[in-house]
């Protein structure tokens, strides 16, 4: 099935550094969403962002919908251990008849090294 | 209150056996979803149920795959003579209803066919 294209595939950064991680679409969607897995468990949702060029903070989090409908990234800053994890992000096509369907990206997997 | 849970947590089999997953969603939410993930993959879509209906199976593999949800609560993803193909987790979501509503994710079945 379609996979969003995501990168970088892994990270491996030190505690206090900046993330950045993004993904594109050949596809436009209309809602975009970035989830956190950790082993063992599904993802869990961190952001949602609903509008071309919206800029959105949860905490230490900051996500972009791209102005194209195509894109978005995720920024972490000042990184801490567990912040460790697999993060994916989704897209929505929302008003369309599979407004449900959600796509995922293939992950980016961040190590934080202490 | 209790989030989406999914049983069994693993599941072993061999090759070309029947196995049946099972996923409680939350109380009260009429929307349920199935995704598959594959190793180093992002969760792919299966199956949509709004209700006791299946909406949309357009993400089933191919038709030793099928799932019911009878009652409207208590879903179960039914696989058929398994093939080694199908080793993934096999996660399930729940949402209050289709659309922008968050989906929540279960921890999702282990399966491995050898």
């Known amino acids: 099935g379609q996979q969003l294209n995501q990168s970088p595939q892994s990270m491996f950064i030190q505690e206090g550094e900046d993330v950045s991680m993004n993904c594109t679409s050949s596809?436009?969607?209309?809602?975009w969403l970035w989830y956190k897995q950790d082993p063992g468990e599904g993802p869990v949702l961190l952001i949602a962002?609903?509008?071309?060029?919206e800029l959105t903070s949860n905490g230490r989090l900051t996500a972009q919908f791209g102005i194209t409908r195509k894109d978005s990234f995720l920024n972490i800053s000042a990184s801490i251990p567990s912040d460790v994890g697999i993060y994916f992000c989704a897209g929505l096509l929302r008003g369309g008849g599979s407004n449900y369907k959600l796509t995922f990206g293939k992950g980016t997997l961040l190590t934080v090294n202490p | 209150g209790a989030g989406v849970s999914q049983t069994p947590s693993n599941k072993v089999t061999e090759k070309g056996k029947y196995v049946e997953l099972r996923c409680d969603p939350i109380?009260?939410?009429?929307?349920l979803y199935w995704y598959r993930q594959s190793l180093g993959q992002g969760p792919e879509f299966l199956i949509y149920f709004q209700g006791t209906g299946a909406a949309d199976d357009s993400g089933l593999p191919n038709d030793r795959f099928f799932a019911v949800r009878p009652e409207g609560s208590v879903s179960t993803l039914k696989i058929q003579r398994t093939e080694r193909g199908d080793s993934a987790v096999y996660l399930c979501?729940?949402?209050?209803?289709?659309?922008?509503?968050?989906?929540?994710f279960g921890p999702g079945t282990r399966l491995t066919v050898l």
């Open positions: 979501a729940s949402s209050l209803m289709h659309g922008v509503n968050e989906q929540f």
């Open positions: 962002l609903y509008k071309a060029g």
């Open positions: 596809s436009i969607f209309n809602t």
């Open positions: 109380s009260g939410h009429t929307a």
